[in-house]
C-alpha cells in the first residue's frame, strides 16, 4: 500500500476532542476500504489538521474521511517514511 499524508487546511471550531472523535470514525470505517490511518496532527489555533494514512490510492483514504465524518481534505499527498 501507499503511504499518504491529508492536509486539512481550515476546520472551524477544531478542538482536541473534536479531532480525536473523528479519527476513531476512521478507524471505524476504514477496514472495508483496505485504508489506514495511522497517525494525525493538529493545531487548534490555525485549524489545521494532517493524517497520516495507509490506503491503495488516494480515493480510497478520501472515501473512508467522507464517509465517516465528511471532513474532507483539501490535498493528499503520496509520502515516503523517512529516518
Given at each position: 500500500m501507499?503511504?499518504?499524508?491529508?492536509v486539512?487546511?481550515?476546520?472551524?471550531?477544531?478542538?482536541a476532542?473534536?479531532v480525536?472523535?473523528?479519527?476513531?470514525?476512521?478507524?471505524?470505517?476504514?477496514?472495508?476500504?483496505?485504508?489506514?490511518?495511522?497517525?494525525?496532527?493538529f493545531?487548534?489555533?490555525?485549524?489545521k489538521?494532517?493524517?497520516?494514512?495507509?490506503?491503495?490510492?488516494?480515493?480510497?483514504?478520501?472515501?473512508?474521511?467522507?464517509?465517516?465524518h465528511?471532513?474532507?481534505?483539501?490535498?493528499?499527498?503520496?509520502?515516503r517514511?523517512?529516518?
Open positions: 501507499a503511504l499518504f499524508m491529508d486539512h487546511n481550515k476546520v472551524d471550531g477544531l478542538t476532542e473534536a480525536a472523535g473523528a479519527h476513531q470514525r476512521d478507524l471505524e470505517v476504514q477496514a472495508k476500504h483496505g485504508v489506514e490511518y495511522q497517525r494525525y496532527w493545531d487548534e489555533a490555525s485549524g489538521v494532517f493524517c497520516l494514512v495507509e490506503a491503495p490510492d488516494a480515493e480510497a483514504a478520501a472515501t473512508v474521511h467522507r464517509e465517516a465528511g471532513l474532507l481534505a483539501d490535498e493528499i499527498i503520496p509520502v517514511e523517512g529516518s
